[in-house]
């Protein structure tokens, strides 16, 4: 299993030299994503760490390589080739001949580097990229980071996008009107918002913030988000929308994110597990945890039909359940852990690293030698 993760891990790296730039990464899935992504690229290098520390250190310094002056690392950075023409649309780069795009992921960079490779806040290129976006995207002023499009989150066509976007949602016809709207507006967080654009205030990204800050040495964010994300009535963690202050109550997984949180109150903690992790009407299936709860309407386990690729609508991701994997452990909820781990350990050994799984019957879908599957190593060997 172990040897699966190294091997693709291994198959999936390329190395070359941009206008005199050396770079080095893992490529999610040869075919289907040669670029660099950005959080793809944080997963890759935490487990880089068990089989060649030097790649950790490689992968994420290509991260680096790629940074503006003023701090800011995209979500993808096209190191070999730019970006195609088909998928220029989708994609939020300013020009066809961009390095990288102008949007950002899960900034989970601090907490890989303190993971995989050392002392982030000895790294003056991390402690940059978190000053740009304290500037940039700290929108309120209270520690938490908004962004301006759904696939910022990484979780681009998740459910919970559909009331705040609507049609103008990723993998949704009018996905490109949004992207050309904030191409205008130079993805600019605070113009998006000023010009009447819609700002989201998500639980995934804030969570990985908090775990950044923390590599970094600065105070949590996990106050705020609790203080301004956590539904206590639903016992939930809620995204908000601006302008409006909606909190659209889709159920999916990033719920429960916060649970890779160490400082996360112990009590809520229990709550997200036992009423809903747990919960079989939820997110307690035979490879858990599905991307969305069961109980919703938009549930779709066998990963979507038609020709359009919808994320992170029902199926299981790797990463996700090594997140909410963390938390039950450390709450000590290990027998349930465990269970989870090997629903997800037995399907990866079975249908190899795929990019997710039906969450009912284990099938591998989506991209093939997927790279962040890699993850399941984290799982067998913690
Ligand atoms: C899909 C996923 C995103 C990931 C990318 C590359 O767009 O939704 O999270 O970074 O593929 O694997």
Redesign the pocket.
Known sequence: MVGAAERVLRGNWIEGERDGVPYAYTR?SPGR?PWQ?Y??SCFAAIVWRRFDPARSRAELGSLLAAQRDDGFVGHTIFWHRPVSLGRLAFYNVASRRALQTETI?PPLLAWAWRIAVGDPAAEPRIVAQADWLVANRDLEGDGLLWIVQP?ES???ASPKFDPVWGRRAAARIGFPLLVRRNRRLGFDARRVRESGGLVLCETLVNTMWSLSLQALGRPSATPALVERLWDEQRGLFLDEVQPGGERPAVLTWAALAPLALPDLPERIGRRLVEEHLLSEREFLTPVSPPSVAVSEPSYEPGGGRGPMRR??RGPTWVNAAWLVWLGMRRLGYEEEAGRLARGLIGVVEREGLREYYDPRSGTGLGAEDFAWSALIAELVDP
């Open positions: 999610p994503y992504w959080w793809d992921q696939d990484g979780l681009d994320y992170w």
